[in-house]
């Protein structure tokens, strides 16, 4: 089912961020103040309404997204860009780890071009500072729709802590999110 973004209160804030496994980024940006919902989903492709047997095959050209809903007063967005490129590697084309394919691609699906001025400001900034040993290769893509994923998708990882995928994958980036900005946690989830 397609969902266009409507913001709830006047104060928030969306950024679509792709950066692998939609499980994993959703599991690190709830966890930030100021972030009211992250909502796990898809974007970037060619077809309408697709379900996630589809976009795992790598040939609806859509990314495993994330739509971040926030209080720019309360964190900014480059406060996300930044966590955005300390929580996955942005370096690598169509891959993050063992997830491989277009669909785990690194993007940023701007919905106004303040948002694509500050991502590729902040790609600048990255590359000048030789913060990675490889060029970074994410996209920075004007939003066209994003699709909500299935249910079960959604709060993956707070319901499956216990699965192997969960413990090998999305627990270091939890680790590293607890380390880098422990200042912006909130103190519940």
């Excluded at 209160?9 to 994993?24: D, P, V, Y």
């Excluded at 491989?100 to 991502?119: C, N």
Aim: overall charge neutral; charged content about 25%; proline content about 3%.
């Amino acid at each position: 089912m397609c969902y266009n973004i409507i913001m709830e209160h006047k104060e928030l804030a969306i950024a679509i961020f792709a950066n692998g496994c939609f499980w994993c980024t959703e599991a690190v940006f709830k966890r930030l103040q100021g972030v009211k919902n992250v909502t796990s989903g898809y974007t970037g492709g060619t077809i309408k309404n697709p379900a996630y047997r589809e976009v795992c095959t790598g040939r609806t050209g859509h990314a495993e997204a994330i739509q971040i809903q926030y209080n720019p007063s309360i964190i900014s967005y480059n406060a996300l860009l930044e966590i955005f490129f300390a929580t996955h590697d942005p370096t690598t084309l169509n891959r993050q780890g063992h997830d491989v394919g277009t669909q785990y691609r690194s993007g940023i699906f701007y919905h106004s071009e303040e948002q694509k001025g500050q991502a590729e400001a902040f790609i600048k900034l990255l590359t000048k500072k030789k913060v990675f040993d490889a060029p970074i290769v994410t996209e920075v893509t004007p939003l066209d729709t994003f699709y909500f994923a299935e249910e079960e998708h959604h709060n993956y990882y707070d319901s499956h802590k216990e699965q192997r995928y969960c413990k090998l994958v999305i627990n270091p980036k939890i680790d590293k999110l607890n380390t880098y900005f422990s200042d912006k946690l909130k103190t519940e989830h």
